[in-house]
């Protein structure tokens, strides 16, 4: 099992920066890649972006390509969304998830059994 806690959420003025952390704990080294995603409110959770930890693959949904940066610490127990140029349209909650094992695309929901409780993100206009 693998737990994993959100942090650096809060509140962000339009065009400003966040930066959020994921910490995972437990077998760690059985995790094949890590995402994040996010619900706002009325919407369903969509992808935001995910890294594979061996080969260092990264995607990230369109709308935040060039905007969002997502890494990984040195060992296999944190990974952070750095998010630039905020707008309104990021207001959600942004939720951290963990795969044990291959899949050929890590961009919806199902692909992850690990999850974190979210961290909420408000872009305030």
């Known amino acids: 099992q693998v737990q994993l806690v959100e942090s650096g959420g809060g509140l962000v003025e339009v065009g400003g920066s966040r930066r959020l952390s994921c910490a995972a704990s437990?077998?760690?080294?059985?995790?094949?890649?890590m995402g994040w995603f996010r619900k706002a409110p009325g919407k369903e959770r969509e992808f935001v972006a995910a890294?594979?930890?061996?080969?260092?693959?990264?995607s990230y949904r369109d709308s935040v390509k060039g905007r969002f940066t997502i890494s990984k610490g040195n060992a296999n127990n944190m990974v952070y969304l750095e998010m630039n140029s905020l707008k309104p349209e990021d207001t959600a909650v942004y939720y951290c998830a963990g795969r044990p094992d291959w899949v050929i695309a890590l961009s919806t929901p199902t692909d992850y059994p690990y999850w974190g409780q979210g961290t909420q993100v408000t872009v305030s206009s």
């Open positions: 890294i594979r930890w061996s080969s260092g693959r990264i």
């Open positions: 437990g077998l760690t080294s059985s995790l094949y890649a």
